[in-house]
């Protein structure tokens, strides 16, 4: 899969990051495309959402008001500003072209912690 994730790391309770994730692919304008999580010990979670212009987002109801999705479709990259982190949103973060997951990348750890 050609996905590439970036931008995780370690930050305290409040703070801000942004990932981004870029798409080797051809199809990347023109398709949705996602952005998912997994905590520990848990299953994949849907977090974001975003269509192939930008024009429409969504978002998990545990993430709403904090983080926004966006895109760069010239230079084939999706993005993932995450605002007032919480310890709850400690995850491995990936990119996929599909709402499931089925076609994702590696993805990029965050871990949110006093």
């Known amino acids: 899969v050609q996905l590439q994730a970036s931008g995780g790391g370690l930050v305290q309770p409040g703070g801000s990051l942004t990932l981004s994730c870029i798409d080797s692919?051809?199809?990347?304008?023109?398709?949705?495309m996602f952005w998912l999580r997994q905590a520990p010990g848990k299953g994949l979670e849907r977090v974001a959402t975003?269509?192939?212009?930008?024009?429409?987002?969504s978002y998990a109801d545990s993430v709403k008001g904090r983080f926004t999705i966006s895109r760069d479709n010239g230079k084939k990259t999706l993005y993932l500003q995450m605002n007032n982190l919480k310890p709850e949103d400690t995850a491995l973060y990936y990119c996929?072209?599909?709402?499931?997951?089925?076609?994702r990348g590696q993805g990029t750890l965050v871990t949110v912690s006093s």
């Open positions: 996929s072209r599909t709402s499931s997951g089925a076609v």
């Open positions: 692919g051809t199809t990347f304008s023109r398709i949705w």
């Open positions: 975003i269509t192939p212009d930008g024009s429409q987002k």
